[in-house]
C-alpha cells in the first residue's frame, strides 16, 4: 500500500542552519505530497505542496521538490530561527474527488538560539 | 485555517461515556474528513465524506460514528469512550482547483478519557 517515511527526530539545531528533513513515499499512481507544520499547541497548517514531478513547493523560506526518480519530497530550509520550532509532517494525496491524506509520522525540530 | 471550526477545543471524558466532536466549514467544500494524531504515528484516518449524504471508513474507523446531512458539518460521534481513544482529533476538508488538492485542517480537539 501507499505509505509516507520521514526521518526520525527529534532533530535539534541552532539558529542559522541549514535544515533538511527527508521524507520518501511509496505510491501505486501518481500523488501530490505535502509537508504541513504543527506548533506547539495548534492544529496543522499547510506549508506547501507539489502536485507532479520536478515542482518545487515553497513559503517562509521553506523548500522541497517532488522528485519522481527518487520517490523523494525533502525539506530544506537555508537558515532556521527558533520560530520554526514545530513538528513537521509530509504527507501523500493522489487528487480528484478523494481528500484523503496519508501522512508520514512526523518530525519534531527544536532550534536553540 | 481557512474556515475549519471544531469545538470543543479539550474534553475530559469517562469511560463509557458518549459525546460529539463537532466540525463546520463555511467554504462549500464537498470532501470533509476526521483523523485523529497520536505520539509517534502521526496522524490517521477515521471516517471521511465526499458529500452531503455520503461517509466512509477510513483506516481506524472503530468506536466512532459520523454523518454527513449538510455540506456545512461533519460531527464525529464516540459511542463509548475508552481510553484508547485519548487522542488529538483533527477535522479536514478540502479545496480542489488548478493547482491541485488543498486540505485544511481544523484547530483540533484534544479528548481526554479516564
Known amino acids: 500500500g501507499d505509505s509516507v517515511t520521514q526521518m526520525e527526530g527529534p532533530v535539534t539545531l541552532s539558529e542559522e542552519a541549514f535544515l533538511t528533513i527527508n521524507c520518501t513515499y511509496t505510491a501505486t499512481g501518481y500523488p501530490s505530497l505535502f509537508w504541513y507544520v504543527q506548533y506547539p499547541g495548534e492544529g496543522l497548517q499547510l506549508l506547501l505542496k507539489a502536485t507532479k514531478a520536478d515542482d518545487k513547493g515553497s513559503n517562509k523560506g521553506f523548500e522541497a521538490t517532488y522528485r519522481k526518480e527518487t520517490t523523494s519530497f525533502h525539506l530544506e530550509k537555508g537558515s532556521v530561527q527558533v520560530s520554526d520550532s514545530a513538528v513537521y509532517f509530509c504527507?501523500?494525496?493522489?487528487?480528484?474527488?478523494?481528500?484523503?491524506?496519508?501522512f508520514g509520522k512526523g518530525t519534531k525540530l527544536s532550534v536553540k538560539p | 485555517n481557512a474556515g475549519v471550526t471544531q469545538t470543543p477545543k479539550f474534553q475530559v471524558l469517562k469511560t463509557g461515556q458518549s459525546m460529539t466532536l463537532q466540525c463546520a466549514q463555511d467554504m462549500n467544500h464537498e470532501y470533509m474528513s476526521w483523523y485523529r494524531q497520536d505520539p509517534g504515528m502521526g496522524l490517521r484516518l477515521i471516517h471521511y465524506s465526499v458529500g452531503a449524504g455520503i461517509t466512509d471508513q477510513g483506516e481506524v474507523p472503530n468506536g466512532y460514528n459520523v454523518s454527513r446531512s449538510t455540506t456545512e458539518d461533519f460531527p464525529l460521534r464516540l459511542l463509548s469512550a475508552a481510553p484508547s481513544q485519548t487522542s488529538v482529533y483533527f477535522c479536514a476538508s478540502m479545496i480542489r482547483g488548478e493547482g491541485g488538492n488543498t486540505i485544511y485542517f481544523g484547530e483540533g480537539s484534544w479528548l481526554t478519557v479516564v
Open positions: 504527507a501523500l494525496n493522489y487528487g480528484g474527488s478523494q481528500g484523503n491524506l496519508i
